[in-house]
């Protein structure tokens, strides 16, 4: 399964709470802090809703 690796890039200030769990849920502590996931199904979700806080690029 593809690996991703997640940046966290813009403030969650003035954003939705559920957007704030998702940044939550992925791992991110504080901004620029990277994490790297599986491509699972929810994972590529919870991407998906937050896309304009991240930066995210495949890991070869």
């Known amino acids: 399964m593809k690996r ?3 940046t966290w890039k ?3 200030v003035s ?3 559920t957007h704030r769990r998702v940044i939550e849920a ?3 502590k504080r901004l ?3 994490v790297e996931k599986e491509l699972t199904p929810s994972v590529k979700g919870m991407i998906d809703k937050v896309s304009y806080l991240l930066e995210v690029e495949e890991v070869k």
């Open 26 to 28: 992925l791992g991110l």
């Open 4 to 6: 991703v690796r997640i």
């Open 32 to 34: 620029n802090h990277v």
């Open 10 to 12: 813009k403030s969650t």
């Open 15 to 17: 954003t939705r709470q």
